[in-house]
């Protein structure tokens, strides 16, 4: 299955946010989250890497949008865990808080419209938070909605979005694929010496 890249983007963002702002495991390792004086740049980083103009972004609001993410770790939790009725209602829940709202939008030359959702609740890290809100929504909703995951290497609970086109993706990065294909190895190799 192909995202959508309008709804894909929302989508791989709120994964990226989990990633670099919410505390747990990491590629076997604990993953600390930014403190507050680096958490501003994180997120701004983060929220670049989606839409290369947006503006400096605030503690407070850096803030706002770790929360946000914490929540968006609970959809990826309950999705993975094939509990998509806790998934959706987080998901509900995140779209009244950041008051998402559809608008219709062009990009640059090309002259088809755009549905977008963003949140009007006020600030950046609504704006943001409910477009991730309103993408994660369009994914739930729909036959992609197991590919949302979270990586099930030990020692390892950072969320993926698998775009893969078989479906069958289980870990956020080849370095936790890798490692978990090197313990194996060495398993097999410690079973056949026996």
Known sequence: MEFNSHYGAGVRLAAHLVNTLVAGEAGGKAFIAPQRE??????????RSADPHVEEI???EADRVT??????RAVFTAAAEEDF?????EVNRLIRDTAAQP???????DPHWHLHYSGTAGGAAA?????????LATVLGSAARDRLGVCTAARCDRVYVDTSHNGRRRFCSLACQNRVKAAAFRARNRTSQS
Not at 67 to 72: D, E, L, S
Not at 127 to 135: E, M, P, R, Y
């Open 85 to 89: 009725a806790a998934a959706a209602h």
């Open 58 to 60: 605030s503690h407070g």
């Open 127 to 135: 704006t943001w938070a409910g477009a991730c809100a309103a993408a």
């Open 38 to 47: 680096l958490r501003a740049a994180v997120v701004l980083a983060a929220l």
């Open 103 to 109: 608008e219709l939008v062009l990009h640059g030359d």
């Open 67 to 72: 929360g946000f993410a914490a929540r968006f």
